[in-house]
Each structure stands twice: as C-alpha cells, then as structure tokens.
C-alpha cells in the first residue's frame, strides 16, 4: 500500500479539513499526519485509521520574534524530512509546507500535492512586505508540485491569474453528509421561549467576521429574536459581556468538531458574517459556520461576499446583506423569518445531498489518481 505524508503547521485538533483529507486518504492509502505538538491537545480517545506524528519543537523555549520563527520552521523542516523519506506522496497544506514538501523530493520519487485552503499569501490584513515574500516563496516552489487542490473558485480563479497554474481541483471544506433532528438545546440551556427566533454565530470570535454590526443589530432589536455567539477567538471577552448585558444574546462556549451540526440544528437560522474590501481571502471566504449552516438544515443570512453568495441564490437556502449599508442586517433577517420554512427546507435538503464530504472526497482521489 503507498504511504502519504500529510503535512500541517498546526496542532491540528481544530483542523477539520485536514482530518477529513487523512481519513478519507486513510481508505486507499497508509496515511500519516506530520504536525506541530501541544501539550495541550489531547488525542487520547480518538480512532483514527491513520498515524498523528506530533513534532515537539525545542527552539520554541526561545521565545518569539521573526529570527526566532524562523529557527522554529526550520526545526520542523529538519524533523519532517527525517519521517517522509519514504513516502510515495507528500500532501502540503498551505503555503509553509510547501517547500517542505518540494525539499522532500530530493530523498526519493515523490509526488507533491498542494492543498491551498485559501489565497495564501494574502489570508488577512498583512503588509506588503510580507505579501511579497509570500508571493516568492510561492512562486518559487509551486511548480515543483505535481498536483494542486484549493477551497474556492475564486481562489482557483486567483491561482490561474496570478501564476499561471489552473489545475487546482476545487475541494470544499464540507462537512460529511449529516442526517439531523431538530430539537430545543438552545432554548433549554438558555431558558428562551419556544416562540422567539433564534439566530446562530459559529465560529471564531475575530475581526473581518462582521460581528460588531452582528452584535450592535441584535442589541437593538430585540423583538422575537436571539443570537447565540457559539466559538472561541481573540474578541471572546468581549461577546461574554454582551450576552451578560442583553437578555436577547447568548454565549456558548466551542463544542469539538463532531458536535456542531447537531448543536446546530436546535436554532432556526444561521448567520454567516464577513466583510468585503479586507484583503482577498477575506472577500471570498467560505468559512466553516457557512456548510454547518445549510449541513443542519438552517436557512442562513449570508453577507454579500461572492462564493457564499452563489450557492446561496444556486440553492436558495437564505438572503443576503450588505455589510456597509446600515439596515441592511436587520431587513435580511426579517425578510428570512418571512420566507416559507418548507421552501427552505426542501432547498437545504438538495443542497447538503450536492455539497457535502462523500462527493468531494471524489475529487482527492481523482487527484491523487491521476
């Protein structure tokens, strides 16, 4: 059986797109998971058909700072290499891992495969410095891949354009095909009466997501409508002091991966925020509140950013807002409470049969194959 080496700068307990690449390459290949160790992160419990290597980086005990950085990547440079040897493929994911795997080619007949989860060398506010060493970098070493995949259109789009290269194979970052039951969580955990409309916000709590207009249209209208602010993230804080100060916005803390969709199910909409103008990635973003959405069958208000908007008027599985225009939330939301609930859950059932994990798993190994 041909080994694959997945390679990830992260911690990867949070990655579900790496984890469901592995375990769909699990079926057909031996799979391996390269990524960075935390003794925080617990994988203790977990079945997994594949191998979870966790480097421990001793340079990280120096601290931080860009030299620092960059003595760190090369630790996990140098300790990569040594266990992908003998792999038949080696699976980059995002940019830094690129060279890695390009490196990994002087050891043997590999075949790299770039996994691009987004425009990478522009993921949010930077400066152009760092846009342009990102940009060498990924100029210098994206030929040297044999296969490309990325998670957007308009990213493939983008990748086409500014390199050259238009064989990227659009994966979605989709959850598995989920079967759900609506149910009442929310109302019980947080006392809400049957008959107000509750509005889900999953995800991360950081800027480009929209949340202070999100949060600011909530607080001012109150009448038949709640918002759960279900994540973790940098402005956390700040979303606990909002649900303590307005009875109508509810704090849940991250649940893991495998428990969204059904947590998910017991609200009535989902809310998918973003805004236009940051950078690239931020302009067309499909983030991973916006498949749980239509997964456990919530019609969603989706602002007007391009790849959610086109599955969202292919499928009509909710309504669109404009992030700068002021009263532009608020009619989206009441425009959806409106709307005919089994139009929309006919919409969301075809949606979730096209969409989902089992057939973009068909693209890997149509990549892999190849």
Request: with cysteine; hydrophobic share 40%.
């Amino acid at each position: 059986m041909k080994k694959v080496s997945v390679l990830v700068h992260n911690t990867l307990f949070y990655d579900s797109r790496v984890l469901k690449t592995a375990t769909s390459l699990s079926k057909k290949y031996k799979v391996e998971i390269i990524c960075l160790y935390d003794d925080e992160v617990d994988f203790s419990g977990k079945n997994y058909n594949f191998e979870i290597k966790r480097l421990k980086i001793e340079s990280k005990k120096l601290g931080k700072g860009l030299f620092i950085n960059l003595i760190k990547f090369f630790e996990f440079m140098y300790k990569s290499l040594a266990i992908i040897k003998r792999s038949d493929f080696v699976h980059a994911n995002d940019l830094p891992m690129l060279p890695i795997a390009v490196l990994s080619k002087l050891f043997g007949r590999k075949k790299v495969i770039y996994d691009a989860h987004e425009w990478e060398i522009e993921q949010g506010p930077t400066s152009r410095l760092k846009v342009f060493i990102g940009w060498l970098v990924e100029r210098t070493f994206i030929g040297f891949a044999d296969k490309y995949i990325c998670a957007g259109y308009m990213t493939r789009k983008q990748y086409a354009k500014v390199y050259g290269v238009d064989k990227f194979e659009v994966v979605l970052n989709v959850p598995n095909f989920t079967s759900v039951k609506q149910h009442n969580y929310f109302q019980k955990k947080f006392n809400i009466e049957n008959d107000r409309k509750l509005f889900l916000f999953s995800g991360l709590f950081t800027g480009g997501r929209d949340l202070e207009n999100i949060t600011k249209t909530f607080c001012e209208n109150k009448d038949g409508i709640d918002l759960i602010l279900l994540g973790f993230g940098p402005m956390v804080e700040e979303m606990k002091v909002l649900a303590k100060d307005h009875s109508n916005i509810h704090y849940h803390p991250a649940v893991p991966p495998e428990n969204v969709i059904d947590i998910a199910s017991s609200a009535d909409f989902g809310i998918a925020g973003g805004e236009p103008g940051i950078c690239f990635s931020f302009d067309n973003m499909l983030p991973n509140k916006f498949f749980t959405y239509f997964m456990a069958e919530l019609p969603i208000v989706c602002p007007s950013l391009p790849e959610m908007e086109r599955i969202i008027r292919k499928y009509d599985i909710g309504t669109i807002y404009h992030p700068k225009e002021s009263g532009s939330l608020i009619a989206a939301i009441k425009e959806i409470i409106n709307h005919n609930v089994d139009d929309f859950k006919i919409s969301l059932k075809r949606c979730k049969e096209d969409i989902n994990w089992e057939n973009q798993e068909k693209k890997i190994y149509k990549v892999y194959s190849s």
